[in-house]
């Protein structure tokens, strides 16, 4: 009876239970952080160049402080339609990544269905569950948390916005991207990473891209991330159609839309080039340096 049982509970998880995406459809929460529900991620959609959490914590976390995760079974148990009687052979481990893409994963796990971690520097860490059945070979991934881990309570996480520039909504013309993002006051912004879906990456705080190749009624996601000096992440994206070769251009959540401006091309603010402004001071410095040692040894001849 026992071998019946973990062979339907291996079959959930294969035809059930994705390898990711635990959240893709607006699912319940089951990941717990210091008592509190994970939230979905209203900009995840699958699998992207950008990689995004599918879940965000519902609070910042200070340096140095324990954080304790758990999976409430239950709410798994409804999220994948595992029988709840079968869901306590489940194996769990955890584990994070960090990096401006998420790309450096921590070698270690840690085992059970609830543990604590404690960050000795800030930033953001995409917190990895994974579980499996006694009969699994592999772990399946069941979700991914980012956890934004802050020098002090009053920090203030960046502030993604987005300005797109576009003349005529036209496929075949170029579209502006300009990220006008906001961090706290004693940082910098690092970072500005663009996804078009286009299977590379873009960086800088402004991006040109063309959607010539974008099918009629063809949907794509712009996605756009802002990094912080202290390594702390925020995403926004863009919904893109082509509806009659008429770009149409929506924010993808509807709760970043303070946080997209559509305009004209000729609106998209002017960066300075820091370089030439730099040559310039220097100049100036050279110049007046040569007017005082001139005039020094005008006095003394």
């Known amino acids: 009876m026992r071998i019946i049982r973990f062979l339907i509970l291996s079959l959930c998880f294969l035809f059930i239970c994705p390898p990711v995406n635990a959240h893709l459809g607006g ?26 959490p599918q879940d965000l914590s519902p609070d910042t976390y200070v340096v140095n402080s324990p954080i304790v995760l758990s999976v409430d079974i239950p709410a798994l ?38 543990t604590s971690y404690s960050f000795t520097k800030p930033g953001s860490y995409l917190i990895i569950l994974e579980g499996k059945s006694p009969l699994d070979a592999s772990y399946l991934t069941l979700d991914t ?20 520039g576009t003349d005529s909504n036209n496929p075949t013309k170029p579209v502006v991207f300009v990220s006008k993002a906001t961090v706290d006051s004693s940082t910098r912004l690092k970072s500005v990473l663009w996804d078009f879906g286009d299977i590379r990456l873009s960086s800088g705080k402004q991006a040109t891209h063309t959607f010539s190749d974008l099918d009629q009624y063809g949907i794509a996601s712009v996605i756009n991330r802002v990094i912080d000096q202290n390594g702390i992440i925020a995403d926004v994206a863009v919904k893109v ?21 559509i305009g004209k091309s000729s609106d998209v603010p002017k960066e300075k080039n820091m370089t030439w402004i730099l040559v310039g001071a220097v100049l100036v410095v050279i110049v007046l340096a040569g007017f005082f040692v001139f005039r020094f040894f005008a006095k003394n001849t």
Not at 241 to 261: C, G, R
């Open 145 to 164: 948390v980012q956890i934004d881990v802050v020098p002090h309570d009053s920090y203030l996480l960046p502030k993604p916005a987005m300005f797109i």
């Open 241 to 261: 159609e082509n509806v009659d070769s008429v770009l149409s251009l929506k924010p993808l959540a509807t709760s970043s839309a303070d946080l997209i401006t």
């Open 77 to 114: 148990t409804r999220q994948t339609t595992i029988p709840a009687a079968m869901a306590k052979d489940l194996t769990f481990r955890w584990s994070y990544a960090l990096g401006e893409n998420f790309e450096k994963r921590d070698p270690h796990y840690q085992q059970g269905s609830k």
């Open 27 to 52: 699912g319940p929460p089951f990941v717990q952080i210091d008592g509190k529900y994970a939230q979905s991620n209203p900009v995840y959609q699958g699998e992207s160049i950008v990689h995004l």
